[in-house]
């Protein structure tokens, strides 16, 4: 089981990154994906959930209307689209997969994202 995250990097405020992560080794389809986010000084964050279809979608409040999640299922792939980015959201984004029909869960290693002029 692979959870590669890419497209994290320094950005001013007021920009845009997206992340992508790209998955292999498991049913792609069966599973609902999870943005999360952690700094040294806090707990890991749920930022954004996708069910496994792409239909139900969850945001963190402070990233409504900012950030979108979506998925390709063709390509095993779920994406972070994150617009109008402010400093508080620097820190390390984590791609998350979660078993709708099993109690898998498996994680990636990360993408670090920092915002700052």
């Known amino acids: 089981v692979r959870l590669v995250e890419s497209g994290g990097g320094l950005v001013q405020p007021g920009g845009s990154l997206r992340l992508s992560c790209a998955t292999s080794?498991?049913?792609?389809?069966?599973?609902?994906m999870r943005w999360y986010r952690q700094t040294p000084a806090k707990e890991r964050e749920l930022v954004a959930t996708?069910?496994?279809?792409?239909?139900?979608?969850f945001y963190v409040d402070s990233v409504k209307g900012r950030f979108t999640i979506f998925r390709d299922n063709a390509k095993n792939t779920v994406y972070l689209q994150m617009n109008s980015l402010k400093p508080q959201d620097t820190a390390l984004y984590y791609c998350?997969?979660?078993?709708?029909?099993?109690?898998?869960?498996?994680w990636g290693q990360g993408t670090q994202v920092t915002v700052s002029s």
């Open positions: 998350n997969a979660q078993g709708t029909l099993s109690y898998n869960v498996y």
């Open positions: 080794g498991f049913t792609f389809s069966s599973y609902s």
């Open positions: 996708i069910g496994n279809t792409g239909s139900m979608t």
